[in-house]
Every structure is written in C-alpha cells, then in structure tokens.
C-alpha cells in the first residue's frame, strides 16, 4: 500500500526526471547570487530560534488558512514577532506552495529563509539557491544515503545551507558531516511521513543522538509556546512552526511567545 511520502516522492521524482536544464549552467548562476543570510549562525544562539513557516495547506490537515494567504505580508508578521528564519513551502501538488511564494518572501525579510519541499536533485538545490534562499531541506528518508552524500557535497558547491532532516538519528549512521563541508543545522522531524501522525515524544526522546555540532531544531508538533519550552529544555536550539502559527490570529504575538522559550 502506497505511504503519503510514497506518493509525494513519485511525483518529485517524475519532475526531477523530466528536467534537462543545463546543471553547470545553473552552478555558475548560482555562484553569481548574491550571499544570503545565514541560517546556521541564525540558530546559534542562547535562546530558542523560531523557524516559522509560510504554509498553504497539508495533504491531511488542509488549508491553513481561513483567509486568502499573502506570504510576503505573513513573513514579515513573523520577522517583526522574532523569527530567526523563515521557511517557505514550495511543492504545489500537496502543499499548495509555489516558487513564488519563496521569491516574495525572500524579498519581504532580511533574516534568513528555507526553501521546505521533497528536494531530490541538484537542480533542485539550484532553484532554491536561485530564488534567494539561503538553505533548503534534505530529508535522509526521501533517499538513499549516496545520493544525500552527492546532494549535501553539490549544496555547499554552490553556497547553499541545509536543514537535514532525520526521524531517527541512524538515519546519520556513517555520515562524516564536516568532511563533506556541511553547513547548516540538524532536524528531527516529529510527524512520521508514512502516517503523517505526530509522536511529540520523539524528539526529547533522540536529541542527545544528534550531538551539538550543529544547531538542532524540532520539527511538527509545537502546539503552544509549553511545547517549545519544553524543547528548549530538552536541548533543542530550535523549533520549526507552520500550522499553529498559520491559524493562528495574531501571528507576530505567535511568534514572540514561541521565542519566550
């Protein structure tokens, strides 16, 4: 029987395959971009790093919005709450995203943003690099580990930070992340993307796992600003937040009371 990831990935996969745009091309375009702000040294501090999310809808939670959304004024509401980063999703099919979204976001703010889709290919890294993201998410589940050797290495090829994404610290097994000139931080992403059900136990449960090389950061789950403090006190340098700040009415004081923890 067919997963939500199984049936999101097939769809990114017959994009990716249909792609014959010219990668070296893309690479010295990318090269040629202005530097972003960076997301790494964004989640590098004392206190909890709020990544808040710009997200239209969910396969399973649809809309998240009652209100016709208009990212560039959502991510500022964000900026001015506190937000150390902004995360954009771009996949259309499933999300309702679009590169635009991320285009008007990323000249909406001035701290760092995150391209969040199933990216698979280096053209895909491109695009976001190309539209003015600083990082981009890599999910260690959506592929198997020499293809996240390749796609890691070609990100810090062409000046592009990462969120690695992991529902299980194992996922890392045999990863020398500094040899391969990682840049960016760590997540763990709480919603287990075959069920798309939300074990809230799971990243308290891993994060001594992850060490503290990088900035590690909670993904799905946060509910309320006790959910946050309680990640903060668990060790967590950040949180991820889409659907409680996408309903929520005043989505600057959202912000703010996350970033109290």
Known sequence: ?????????????????????????????????????????????????????????????GSMSEEEVHPAAIAAEYQAGGAAAISVLTDTPHFGGSMDDLSAVVDAVTIPVLRKDFLLSERDLCDARLYGAGAALLIAAAMDQERLVQLIRWSSLIGLELLLEVHDPRELAGLDLVALEFHGALGINQRDLVTF??????????????????????????RSPQDAHALAAGGYDAVLVGEMLMRSRDRRAGVKALCAG
């Open 1 to 61: 029987m067919a997963t939500y990831l199984d049936a999101i990935l097939a769809v990114h996969r017959e994009r990716c395959a249909s792609d014959g745009r010219d990668l070296e091309g893309l690479r010295r375009a990318c090269e040629a971009m202005p530097s972003a702000p960076s997301f790494e040294e964004a989640l590098r501090s004392p206190s909890l790093g709020v990544i808040a999310e710009v997200k239209r809808r969910s396969p399973v939670r």
């Open 197 to 222: 059900t939300v074990d809230s136990s799971r990243a308290l449960a891993y994060r001594e796992q992850l060490g503290h090389q990088f900035p590690v950061v909670a993904e799905s789950g946060v």
